[in-house]
């Protein structure tokens, strides 16, 4: 991964772990000891899944905010979905706005690059490429084929 990709997806992890602390212990009173922890552990996957798909897609990811509140809002008492809903907003707004200011700076040129081969299993591949290339190090040969043809 080249330096300016690793440093942004280290500060969108730092903004998902943000809104997963300001969130995590309004969970489910109610819920067995246990659940609670799953419940947790699902909550930080979605926050972190919400960051990632912010770096990677940031033109085609509409309402992120919404989006997220709504894969986590079940596992919040009713009681507390406001304050969840407002910790959420607040936390993927100011990370969608630190993208962007990235996006307007020209660090990005439509989220982290991702490398263009296609799978054994026929998905994109969602490794980023080595600095300046097309392909991930594992497709590298890809490229040396495009070159030659
Ligand atoms: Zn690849």
């Known amino acids: 991964m080249d330096k300016q990709s690793t440093q942004l997806v280290s500060c969108m992890y730092q903004y998902s772990r943000a809104i997963y602390r300001s969130i995590k212990d309004l969970i489910d009173p109610y819920a067995a000891p246990d659940q609670q922890i799953e419940f947790k552990r699902s ?23 919404r989006a997220l509140f709504q894969d986590i809002r079940r596992y919040y008492p009713i009681t507390v979905q406001a304050q969840v ?43 980023t490429p080595l600095p300046e290339r097309d392909y991930c190090p594992s497709h590298q040969h890809l490229e040396r084929a495009k070159v030659a043809a």
Request: net charge positive; charged share 25%; aromatic share 6%.
């Open 85 to 127: 809903g407002w910790a959420v907003e607040k936390g993927v707004n100011a990370a969608g706005e630190f993208i962007q200011k990235q996006i307007e700076a020209g660090a990005l040129d439509g989220g982290i690059a991702r490398c263009k081969a296609t799978t054994r299993k026929g998905k994109a591949c969602q490794r």
């Open 43 to 65: 909550v930080l996957d979605a926050c972190e899944q919400t960051m990632v798909r912010l770096a990677t897609d940031p033109h085609y990811f509409a309402k992120p905010d």
